[in-house]
C-alpha cells in the first residue's frame, strides 16, 4: 500500500516534466520515424495477471516479433532512426508512467516478463516473485553487466523479493539514473 502510494506521488509530483519530455519525443518520432509512436507489449504483471505495457517505438514496423533473447544480435538492423539514442538513453520507457498510474507496474520492482518466456514465468511462480509488482527498473537493470543467465536475472529478483523496502527501491532508482550517466560518460 505505502510502495503505491509512493510510486503514485512519485509519478504526479515529475508529471508535468515528465509529459514535457514525452511530448518532446512524441513529435520527433512522429516526424521522423512515423507511426505507430508506441509500441504495446503483452507482459506479465502481478499475479500472473497479463496487462499492455507502453514504450516508445524504437524499432522499424517490420521487425521480427521474437523474445529479447533471441533478438540482441538482429535488433541494430531494426533500429528505427531515433530508436537506437531513445534505447541507449532509457527514454523509451517513459511511457510506462502510464502502467504505474493505472497501478499495473511499480517504479521498482522485477521487469515484467514478456508473454512468451514461459520459463522465466514458472520460475518467478515458484520463487514467489510474481507476487511483487513489476517495475520500470529494478536490481537486475543496475546491476546488468552481472546478468548472464536467466538464473541471474532470478537472484536478483529474488533478492529484492526478500529484501524489499523504501531505502532499497530509493537506493535503485539513485543507481538507475546513475548507471544512465554512466553509459552516456562511455559514448
Avoid: C, H, W
Avoid at 58 to 69: D, M, Q, Y
Amino acid at each position: 500500500m505505502i510502495k503505491s502510494f509512493f510510486d503514485f506521488t512519485v509519478v504526479l509530483f515529475f508529471l508535468p516534466l515528465l509529459l514535457s519530455i514525452m511530448l518532446i519525443i512524441f513529435v520527433i518520432i512522429l516526424l521522423v520515424d512515423g507511426l505507430p509512436v508506441f509500441y504495446v507489449s503483452k507482459r506479465i504483471g502481478l499475479n500472473g495477471i497479463k496487462f499492455n505495457m507502453i514504450k516508445f517505438r524504437t524499432l522499424k514496423n517490420n521487425a521480427p516479433i521474437v523474445s529479447s533473447e533471441n533478438f540482441l544480435k538482429l535488433k541494430k538492423n531494426y533500429y528505427t532512426k531515433t530508436g537506437k539514442f531513445l534505447k541507449s538513453n532509457k527514454l523509451d520507457e517513459l511511457p510506462q508512467i502510464i502502467n504505474v498510474l493505472k497501478t499495473e507496474m511499480s517504479l521498482v520492482g522485477p521487469r515484467p516478463a514478456l508473454y512468451k518466456q514461459r520459463k522465466l514465468i514458472e520460475l518467478r511462480k515458484r520463487k514467489k516473485i510474481d507476487l511483487i509488482k513489476p517495475g520500470i527498473t529494478g536490481l537486475a537493470q543496475i546491476n546488468n553487466y552481472k546478468v548472464k543467465t536467466l538464473k541471474d536475472k532470478l537472484s536478483f529478483d529474488y533478492y529484492y523479493l526478500k529484501n524489499k523496502s523504501f531505502f532499497l527501491d530509493i537506493q535503485i532508482i539513485l543507481l538507475t539514473f546513475k548507471s544512465i550517466l554512466r553509459l552516456q560518460n562511455e559514448k
